[in-house]
């Protein structure tokens, strides 16, 4: 098992995760409406997505490999209204028994080292024709894309858990071979806020059937 400790970020992101604007909020509801069956979630977190999974899920995987945010998200996982199970593992190398029905990406994969390697992995966790659910921040354009730029190189991924602002996830997501069949783009901070993490992409992605 692998596990990556990052303490600065992990009390940095219990403080802002516990404060998450209600803009935010509705968007992790709407990433999760819907879902049923078995589901990993990636990157848990303190386990902020847990309370919003809807009755028709019947297990939740959630992956958060820093020690400090799993043992929150275990504690969270004892009030969650489904069954979850908190695993220290690292994406990378986390093994599936058997297909999951639905991966659910929020707010991480800005942070993996390798995101195509990592969502052709997670194709591969799904069974034919299970959904990808993703609620990521996006690459900007103009100002704001500059703004992401410097904030990439220089102390944004190093102060925030390896966050880089200006992927451009949803090209990702389709060339690792998912199918998008719904995304749209949403502020969840006003546009004039000088941060490069306030455009929020949610969609939903497929793994094709044949």
């Known amino acids: 098992m692998s596990s990556l400790e990052n303490p600065f970020f992990a009390r940095i992101w219990t403080v ?8 935010l909020r509705r968007l992790r509801e709407e990433n999760l409406a819907g879902l049923t069956g078995r589901v990993l979630e990636v990157g848990a977190g303190t386990g902020t997505n847990f309370a919003h999974y809807p009755a028709g899920v019947t297990e939740v995987v959630a992956i958060e490999p820093e020690p400090r945010l799993a043992a929150i998200a275990a504690r969270a996982a004892q009030s969650a209204p489904v069954p979850v199970t908190v695993s220290k593992d690292t994406v990378e190398d986390y093994a599936a028994d ?5 991966v659910v990406c929020a707010l991480v994969l800005c942070s993996v080292d390798e995101p195509d390697a990592v969502l052709r992995q997670l194709l591969s966790m799904l069974k034919p024709g299970g959904q ?3 609620l990521e921040h996006v690459a900007s354009t103009g100002p704001r894309a500059a703004l992401q730029r410097v904030a990439d190189a220089t102390v944004w991924p190093r102060l925030l858990g390896n966050c880089h602002t200006h992927r451009d996830t949803e090209t990702s997501i389709t060339d690792a071979g998912f199918a998008v069949s719904r995304s749209r783009r949403q502020w969840a ?11 929020f992409a949610v969609g939903q992605a497929m793994r094709p059937r044949a």
């Open 132 to 134: 990808l659910r993703y």
């Open 16 to 23: 802002m995760s516990g404060r998450e604007p209600e803009s």
């Open 189 to 199: 901070l006003p546009a004039w806020v000088p941060l490069p993490v306030t455009e």
């Open 98 to 102: 058997e297909p999951f029905d639905a």
